[in-house]
């Protein structure tokens, strides 16, 4: 009674187990990545980089701490938004993104030992980081020895291209010769007053805009220039001999936290945006952009001009969405109130020209990257649209902003078509 009972339940569960046994192939089937296939980790991947089949590590190499702080904090983020959302929407190859993070500390040093350790013992897939030209020129050596890729967001002086290095922001023909020449026609400027923090890319950018001024602006000349440490906090005696040289323009290049003391002197000194219209005289500069007037005030700052190619004020769709994805992402942090300067917008480009670049040579390989980088576009910029060249820079539009009150600017002028990039423009060296 009891056999003829349970032989209907053995059969039941003897045809069960044959049932499970043989979906389990088709669900194993399911459950393979498809990208693996046509894209295996042994193809994709024969340097040795951190290149597996879920996922590929990346580094990530700025300034959290230290007097560059305050502006490469937004180049961490907005890279960070841009590994999100490639990764949200599948990641690069069938493999998600993971970042190392490392430290730059604003040292020079620092930046050269940490590359180090990104491409030697990481060896990561590529690297997303520097701000200054001389944490740039410290890596360099570097990443073109160990044959290594890293994305600059940083507007730059130019006169330089290397395999290595994909150049997102501007160089000197699309900032500093287009600012020049908008401020030279619109307030028919003919004397200038160059100021700069002391280091690389301030220096070579003023040499490039006195060669500007006085061999291609007609009948202007520099009637002032000078140069403060990195970190420097008092600006009074500058400022006082730009009041005696009395400039049409004075055009400045000075980074990181002496931002807020250099502003707030200023106001404190009487010039002001509105005090310098008055006079029939504006103040340009080509490294304030809303990152630094977060920390330094927009009351400080009004008035004032900057040339860049991005601005958080661009209506376009590309940038209502960037806003908005940046302030969703980091609502915690800012309470939907963040900022997005001209670099945090070039270094969000970084991470999205990089997928592009991978998946049309089908490779992580430096080399395969480097020879595939040429006409990269990416539709989606905030900016608007950008696409790298054979040299390695970005063609990208040029604009003009006034400081607001409220931290963001007015778009004054633009170039109308792209920059083509030039990097070695004849007669500037």
Not at 257 to 264: A, D
Request: charged share 25%; hydrophobic share 40%.
């Amino acid at each position: 009674m009891s056999i003829t009972t349970h032989r209907p339940l053995g059969r039941l569960v003897t045809a069960l187990a044959f049932a499970i046994s043989a979906l389990v192939p088709a669900a194993a089937e399911d459950w393979k990545n498809p990208v693996l296939d046509k894209y295996p980790t042994a193809a994709v991947n024969t340097t040795g980089l951190k290149v597996f089949d879920d996922k590929v590590i990346v580094g990530q190499l700025h300034s959290a701490t230290g007097t560059m702080a305050i502006s490469e904090t937004g180049s961490i983020e907005a890279e960070r938004l841009a590994i999100k959302q490639i990764n949200d929407a599948g990641g690069i190859l069938g493999r998600k993104i993971e970042y190392i993070f490392e430290d730059g500390a604003s040292d020079w040093p620092t930046f050269a030992e940490k590359a180090k350790k990104l491409l030697i013992n990481d060896k990561v897939g590529t690297v997303f980081g520097c701000w200054t030209s001389a944490s740039r020129k410290a890596v360099l050596p570097i990443f073109e020895k160990e044959n290594g890729m890293l994305y600059y967001p940083t507007f730059y002086e130019g006169l330089e291209q290397s395999k290595n290095v994909i150049y997102t922001g501007q160089e000197a023909t699309q900032q500093i010769l287009f600012g020049l020449d908008w401020v030279s026609k619109e307030k028919s400027a003919k004397t200038y007053f160059l100021v700069g923090s002391d280091y690389i890319w301030p220096r070579t950018s003023m040499k490039i805009a006195r060669i500007h001024i006085e061999k291609h602006l007609k009948d202007s000349k520099v009637v002032g220039e000078e140069y403060k440490p990195l970190g420097d906090t008092d600006f009074k005696s500058l400022i006082n001999k730009i009041k005696l040289a009395k400039p049409d323009v004075i055009f400045t290049a000075i980074v990181g936290g002496s931002n807020v003391s250099w502003y707030k002197q200023l106001k404190a000194a009487g010039i002001t945006g509105a005090s310098l219209e008055k006079n029939k005289q504006a103040m340009l500069t080509l490294s304030t952009s809303e990152d630094e007037i977060y920390g330094i005030g927009g009351e400080n700052c009004e008035g004032f001009y900057a040339s860049f190619k991005y601005f958080q004020s661009l209506t376009n769709e590309n940038n209502i969405a960037f806003v908005k994805a940046f302030n969703e992402l980091y609502y915690d942090k800012y309470k939907g109130k963040a900022v997005m300067g001209d670099v945090t917008q070039a270094a969000y480009l970084g991470p999205w020209l990089w997928k592009a670049t991978v998946e049309k040579a089908g490779s992580f390989d430096i080399d395969k990257i480097a020879a595939n980088s040429e006409g990269i576009e990416f539709k989606g910029a905030p900016e608007g649209y950008v696409k790298i060249h054979a040299n390695h820079h970005l063609w990208s539009k040029a604009r003009i902003g006034k400081m607001r009150l409220d931290g963001q600017f007015d778009i004054v002028a633009e170039s109308p078509e792209l920059i083509e990039p030039n990097p070695f423009p004849e007669g500037y060296k």
